[in-house]
């Protein structure tokens, strides 16, 4: 079996540490980068400066997660700044098939992002396109937040349309995981698990990569 891939967040990193920070998760698949505007969600984080400092820093794909107001506008900003693949809301944005085949055309992958309240039959029209599902199992806005149960039934449920479907996206899950959820998580279809307090709020922040990745892997 394949085992599960793990995108810290460094959304909990030491941001005056930035480049240290990421030498200590380098067996990391991918590294997620949460950008928030103050505007789609309740807090700002950080643009395109940190997806460059992280380009520079790691040769571990970049996986840009835009919690931000009308994607379309500044998403090429993101894909400049190295980001591999770019997520975008559903919730944020007027023009989705027209956002998501934009970032495939820069060479980038995309995906689209689902808040705990709307459920994946938005999808239906859209899934074909798409190299991730990203499924919020927190209100987007910070780390640290308890995992939505309720998530694992919409996993579910994601899982059964992609088969319908006959495609194969990435199906990301994104808010409170650790190694004590990854395993539901892994059973019932997730192919990509973020974590950001559970990692770097861990002492050995690989060895916490590692204990989700076997916890996840079915
Ligand atoms: C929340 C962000 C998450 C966050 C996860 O809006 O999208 O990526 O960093 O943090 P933890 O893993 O601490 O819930
Ligand atoms: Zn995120």
Redesign the pocket.
């Known amino acids: 079996s394949a085992s599960i891939q793990i995108s810290p ?1 460094i ?2 990193a030491d941001m005056a540490n930035l480049a240290r920070d990421l030498t200590r998760i380098s067996n990391a698949d991918l590294i ?1 980068v ?1 950008v ?1 505007d103050g505007h789609f ?1 309740p ?1 700002l984080s950080y643009g395109t400066a940190i997806v460059k400092a992280c380009k520079s820093a790691t040769d571990i794909p970049l996986d840009v ?1 835009l ?1 931000v107001s009308n994607p379309d506008d500044t998403v090429d900003w993101y894909i400049d700044a190295g980001a591999d693949l770019v997520t975008v809301h559903y919730e944020a944005s007027t023009h989705l098939h027209r956002t998501v085949s934009h970032i495939k055309s820069r060479g980038c992958k995309a995906g689209v992002v689902l808040n705990p309240a709307t459920p994946v039959d938005v999808l239906e029209d859209i899934l074909d396109e798409l190299d991730m599902v990203l499924l ?1 199992s ?8 308890k ?1 939505i149960p309720r998530t694992l039934d919409k996993l579910r449920r994601l899982r059964a349309m992609c088969v319908e479907h006959g495609v194969d996206p990435l199906i990301e899950i ?5 190694a004590g959820n990854a395993g539901e998580l892994g059973a019932a279809g997730a192919t990509v698990l ?6 770097f ?1 861990a002492e050995d922040p690989a060895q916490a990569v590692e204990d989700i990745r076997q916890a996840g892997t079915r």
Do not use: C, E, I
């Open positions: 967040s959304l909990s997620h949460d928030m969600v807090n997660h919690m919020m927190v209100n987007p806005g910070f780390g640290g937040q995992f994104d808010g409170g995981v650790g973020v974590a950001g307090s559970a990692v709020g």
